[in-house]
């Protein structure tokens, strides 16, 4: 049963909190102790529903999870002022909002958690010097206590025109955090990374676990939504949302990930299947990113899975690496790299997205599954998302921008800390190799190698021209020969280009002409 959280006249309060909806964790210090001068501010705006179009299963499952958090704080005794997305509140700009709980409170005091984006970063420090400079309130900004780097730590690690290395950052992390070290402090297994044992095609066997995420029906929070006239697209599900939408849930998930998937994870975390959706993936990363769950007790649990015999160490460490390693990485990128890294273009595409990225009706069945899976589920695994969809993104020439609100807007756990690194630099190398030391591109072999999506396509995967050839075939080798200039002295991608050397000029001219065909009218792929 769906209860609506309804905002009441308070009586007055001398400090405001805000907690944002990527802010949901219980366990963080401010809550040790209930305060009746205390409020916290909870918002379901307008401002955040409309900056990019988001999925509709993103935006009733953090909804969702705030009301879920709004009353557990006031089940604790805390007092919690909530503004739905019914309320007209609800159409205010956000400083607006808490300026007017401030006001009507007589409070002195207005505290908030670092916010994980610029833009509301750079809001609500505007906000608190205003505050500070009238005097009729002072601001705080506190931890989230969430992350286990700093932002100014970030900011010495990555500073323009050093190179960015995800794998000396992660290494220094297992030492600093003692994660599968021995007692010497060696890497356990005598290596640092068994990426190379986990890239397994799946053939259907092991099966894949039944689904152990939760399911909630916010059939009545959608209806709310829509009454609302908030903009959404992809498939709500509303009556059956399979999301975590609180601590609890999170934690139940992770135990059922180690038990069930996780000894597996680490073969086939790179695999894709059109039957198997979810294979052994966590589905953890929205409980992640909006703090249900901290980085420091998932990589814990996971060590201790690893020691105690449950899971292999090349899936312990394969599943640590994307935390500990490359989820603080790409956020370390994104504080150091921020204002500007958004508009970063460096190979100049501008192409715009075609059609069927709002549908999945696409005769290349790759992309179709990939972006169907996407708009049904609001999720889609890493390789998904950077070796069909940016890898066919970046070879078309589509712009980054438009790219980057799409993935921010279509992916439940995208907030753009995370999001935007892995648009802009890891699959588009929209920022000319910061993050990426080479652009992540393939031809059809690499996507049949790791799924089975080429079978019954109605492009043939072995074919590089004529009208029933793959389009990946074409256009990886048009992208190599159209950005020689700014790509031709990677050392990483020499090969391309001495293959391209070799190459028949009749074959190149037609692989050029055939790849200049499908770029001119991508949507009738």
């Known amino acids: 049963m769906e209860r609506r959280v ?25 809550f040790a102790a209930v305060d009746p001068q205390v409020v916290y501010l909870m918002m379901e705006v307008r401002q955040e529903t409309d900056y990019v179009l988001h999925h509709a299963q993103k935006v009733i499952s953090i909804f969702a999870a705030m009301r879920a958090m709004a009353a557990k704080l006031r089940a604790d005794g805390h007092r919690v002022h909530y503004i739905s997305i019914s309320e007209p509140e609800s159409e205010n700009a956000m400083v607006e909002d808490i300026a007017k709980l401030v006001h009507s409170l007589a409070a002195t005091h207005f505290e908030y958690q670092e916010p994980d984006e ?11 010097a205003m505050a500070d400079a009238s005097g009729t309130h002072t601001s705080r900004m506190v931890s989230s206590e969430h992350f286990l780097t700093g932002r100014l730590e970030t900011r010495q690690m990555f500073k323009p025109g050093k190179r960015w290395l995800m794998e000396t950052m992660y290494r220094q992390m297992r030492v600093r955090h003692r994660v599968l070290l021995d007692s010497d402090g060696e890497p356990e297994g005598g290596q640092w990374n068994f990426d190379a044992e986990n890239r397994k095609a799946w053939k259907g066997d092991p099966v894949e676990p039944i689904d152990f995420r939760p399911s909630h029906d916010h059939g009545l929070l959608w209806k ?22 609180d601590r609890d849930e999170a934690l139940h998930q992770l135990e059922a990930f180690i038990a069930h998937a996780l000894p597996h994870f680490g073969d086939y975390q790179d695999a894709m ?27 814990g649990r996971v060590e201790s899975a690893w020691r105690s015999g449950g899971v292999p160490l090349p899936a312990a460490e394969g599943f640590i690496r994307q935390i500990l390693g490359w989820r603080e990485y790409v956020r370390g990128v994104y504080w150091a790299q921020m204002p500007g890294y958004e508009s970063n273009n460096f190979l100049e595409h501008s192409a715009d997205l075609p059609e069927w990225f709002w549908t999945g009706k696409t005769h290349m069945a790759c992309m179709s599954a990939a972006i169907t899976q996407s708009l049904e589920m609001a999720h889609a695994h890493h390789i998904q998302r950077l070796m069909v969809i940016g890898n066919f993104a970046l070879l078309a020439g589509l712009n980054p921008t438009a790219l980057h609100a799409w993935y921010l807007g279509i992916y439940i756990d995208a907030f753009e800390w995370v999001e935007l690194p892995n648009t802009v630099g890891m699959s588009q190398f929209a920022d000319g190799g910061g993050l990426a030391t080479k652009p992540y591109v393939s031809s059809a072999a690499y996507i049949d190698r790791m799924g089975d999506y080429c079978s019954g396509c109605r492009y043939n995967k072995k074919l590089k021209t004529g009208p029933d050839a793959c389009p990946f075939n074409a ?9 020689t200039p700014k790509l031709g002295h990677n050392a990483r991608i020499g090969m391309a280009y001495q293959q391209l050397k070799k190459m028949d000029p009749v074959t190149k001219e037609g692989l050029m002409e055939k790849a200049r065909e499908l770029r001119a009218d991508l949507n009738r792929l």
Do not use: C
């Not at 709310?224 to 939408?245: D, H, M």
């Open 118 to 128: 610029w833009r509301l970063d750079a809001l609500l420090r505007e906000y608190a």
């Open 224 to 245: 709310e939504i829509q009454a609302a006239e908030v903009k959404t697209f992809g498939l709500p599900g509303a009556n059956a949302i399979r999301w975590p939408l």
């Open 273 to 299: 299947s059109r039957e198997a959706k979810r294979l052994f993936h966590s589905m953890l990363s929205f409980a992640l990113n909006t703090k249900m769950l901290s980085p420091r007790e998932v990589v």
């Open 475 to 483: 256009l990886y080798w048009e992208f190599y020969e159209r950005h």
């Open 6 to 30: 309804m905002s009441a006249p308070e009586a007055s309060a001398h400090t405001v909190r805000l907690i944002l909806g990527d802010q949901l964790n219980p366990q963080h210090s401010w």
